[in-house]
């Protein structure tokens, strides 16, 4: 009735106190009465004939409790287990996703010579209608200084939010320098380093930072040195952890497993 047992199992749960409260009335209770009965030669026989078996099966009926426990325990962490890794599974396919619709944005900048903001509103279109967790994507390209930037800073390079998806809501962020965040400008330095998609660890927002680079040549360089010479720019994706959990737990069995974000 409190919510606490769930209701397939409310036969079972009730099946385990019977069989326990049962169990202690019919070990305990002649125990108890040979205990507390008048002295005499009767009550002392009746302690070895009936007190005895009933502590010796009392002991026996304990350990075969505690090994049942122990089951029990290893099947429900086997259980919780089986669920988490499925939801780790599940949220693994979702960010790589993400991660490959970053990358299909990388390969678009990389065959075009230039990509309007028309045509970048219109490649990007619905992508949120397929991947909700996926809050906005914006082109952020490598320019060098001279150039009218939010927060710019004295820097030898910046990385100004360029063109994003959606734009609405989100206009005032055109323009601003990704990179005047010290914690940004070093994660988005690694990425263009490693040449590959990489993400950012949790943060002061709700959200995680993905990130792809984009070079001037079809493949990143084979160095980290021609790699920061051939940089473009970097394709960026704000990702929704409670929108990726969400999902993940709308798709399997979540009963007893409370997740805290």
């Given at each position: 009735?409190?919510?606490?047992?769930?209701?397939?199992?409310?036969?079972?749960?009730?099946?385990?106190?019977?069989?326990?409260?049962?169990?202690?009335?019919?070990?305990?209770?002649?125990?108890?009465?040979?205990?507390?009965?008048a002295?005499?030669?009767?009550?002392?026989?009746?302690?070895?004939?009936?007190?005895?078996?009933?502590?010796?099966?009392?002991?026996?009926?304990?350990l075969l409790?505690?090994?049942?426990?122990?089951?029990?325990?290893?099947?429900?962490?086997?259980?919780?287990?089986?669920r988490?890794d499925e939801?780790?599974r599940?949220?693994?396919?979702?960010?790589?996703?993400?991660?490959a619709?970053?990358v299909s944005?990388?390969?678009?900048?990389?065959s075009?010579?230039?990509?309007?903001?028309?045509?970048?509103?219109?490649?990007?279109?619905?992508?949120?209608?397929?991947?909700?967790?996926?809050?906005?994507?914006?082109?952020?390209?490598?320019?060098?200084?001279?150039?009218?930037?939010?927060?710019?800073?004295?820097?030898?390079d910046?990385r100004?939010?360029?063109?994003?998806?959606?734009?609405?809501g989100q206009?005032?962020?055109?323009?601003?320098?990704?990179?005047?965040?010290?914690?940004?400008?070093?994660?988005?330095?690694?990425v263009?380093?490693?040449?590959?998609?990489?993400?950012?660890?949790?943060g002061?927002?709700?959200?995680?930072?993905?990130?792809?680079?984009?070079?001037?040549?079809?493949?990143?360089?084979l160095?980290?040195?021609?790699?920061?010479?051939?940089?473009?720019?970097?394709?960026?994706?704000?990702?929704?952890?409670i929108?990726?959990?969400?999902?993940?737990l709308?798709?399997?069995d979540?009963?007893?497993?409370?997740v805290?974000?």
């Open positions: 009735l409190l919510g606490a047992v769930a209701p397939d199992n409310a036969a079972f749960n009730w099946f385990t106190w019977w069989v326990g409260d049962t169990m202690g009335t019919l070990l305990v209770a002649p125990v108890g009465l040979i205990v507390l009965a002295p005499s030669g009767l009550a002392r026989r009746r302690g070895w004939t009936v007190g005895v078996p009933l502590m010796a099966a009392l002991a026996g009926s304990a409790f505690l090994d049942a426990k122990r089951s029990d325990e290893a099947r429900c962490a086997r259980v919780f287990e089986r988490t939801i780790t599940l949220l693994a396919e979702q960010v790589d996703s993400v991660l619709a970053l944005i990388e390969r678009y900048f990389t075009s010579e230039s990509v309007t903001r028309e045509e970048f509103h219109v490649f990007n279109a619905r992508l949120h209608d397929r991947l909700p967790a996926l809050q906005a994507v914006a082109w952020c390209p490598r320019v060098q200084p001279g150039e009218s930037l939010a927060h710019a800073g004295a820097r030898p910046h100004p939010i360029r063109y994003l998806e959606p734009e609405q206009s005032a962020m055109l323009g601003f320098d990704i990179a005047s965040d010290p914690d940004r400008r070093e994660f988005l330095q690694g263009v380093d490693a040449g590959e998609p990489l993400l950012t660890g949790p002061r927002g709700p959200g995680l930072l993905a990130a792809v680079p984009v070079y001037l040549t079809t493949a990143p360089p160095t980290v040195e021609a790699r920061r010479r051939a940089e473009r720019g970097c394709v960026l994706g704000v990702i929704r952890v929108q990726l959990v969400e999902r993940a709308a798709r399997v979540s009963r007893g497993i409370d805290v974000i």
